[in-house]
């Protein structure tokens, strides 16, 4: 079983466009969170939701708008695409945050993206 | 401010050589530490964390406080070994960094033949 899927896995599209990734997870966890891995391999964190609140919001355009229907899904649409936007990006779920427990976090298998 | 570092972009040895590859990392209360190893055309997944005290894989990292790094070690590399491996520094889930992870920018690890 999938822990932490993504859909899609690739996105092409043209700048200017507006696109959504998925994220579902089914864990039980209740902290998800997106990560952008730029060209460089270098991975940083976007936003973070624990129990469908936003608790991590990082310097971000706000055309990158996160949304959390339920604890279980975490969704990344951006407005706008840039090409600077092209990257790959990783949802991640870790356990319920307030518990204090490890830290572990569960990556999804990434959603490479590409703005022409 | 939160930092790891990871001095060596690129590493590469001989099957059956040790292997160590850094990390550095800066935090003003206790973290926890973490290597994740991401193989090729794969997902990240955790390898192991400081609090584990465990050996993944043949793998090992020990957390030191004074030198302030939790540099990975194997005696032996094989050549599956090859990926490119991320330490992480979290200031726990209670701690300042709200349970976020900083990344180090990561070393890719080719283990040759």
């Known amino acids: 079983d999938t822990a932490v899927s993504q859909t899609p896995k690739y996105l092409v599209t043209q700048m200017g466009n507006d696109k959504s990734i998925k994220c579902e997870q089914n864990?039980?966890?209740?902290?998800m969170y997106w990560y952008k891995q730029d060209s460089k391999k270098f991975l940083k964190i976007m936003f973070s939701y624990n129990n469908k609140e936003l608790i991590i919001n990082e310097t971000v355009p706000n055309r990158f708008s996160p949304k959390s229907p339920d604890k279980a899904h975490l969704n990344l649409h951006i407005n706008s695409l840039e090409l600077g936007d092209s990257a790959v990006y990783f949802c991640?779920?870790?356990?319920?945050?307030?518990?204090?427990?490890?830290?572990?976090?569960?990556f999804g298998p990434g959603t490479r993206l590409t703005v022409l | 401010a939160q930092r790891v570092t990871q001095p060596e972009k690129l590493l590469s040895v001989f099957k059956g050589a040790p292997v160590e590859l850094k990390c550095n990392y800066s935090?003003?209360?206790?973290?926890?530490l973490f290597w994740y190893v991401q193989y090729s055309r794969q997902r990240l997944q955790l390898l192991l964390r400081?609090?584990s005290r465990e050996s993944i894989k043949g793998f090992t990292a020990d957390l030191n406080k004074g030198e302030t790094s939790f540099h990975l070690k194997k005696p032996f590399a094989q050549e599956e070994d090859s990926a490119m491996y991320y330490c992480a520094l979290s200031g726990g889930i209670r701690g300042s960094t709200l349970g976020r992870l900083y990344f180090g920018r990561g070393t890719q690890l080719t283990v040759w033949p």
């Open positions: 864990l039980g966890h209740d902290t």
């Open positions: 935090y003003s209360g206790s973290p926890e």
């Open positions: 991640a779920s870790s356990q319920d945050w307030a518990s204090g427990g490890p830290n572990e976090q569960f």
């Open positions: 400081h609090i």
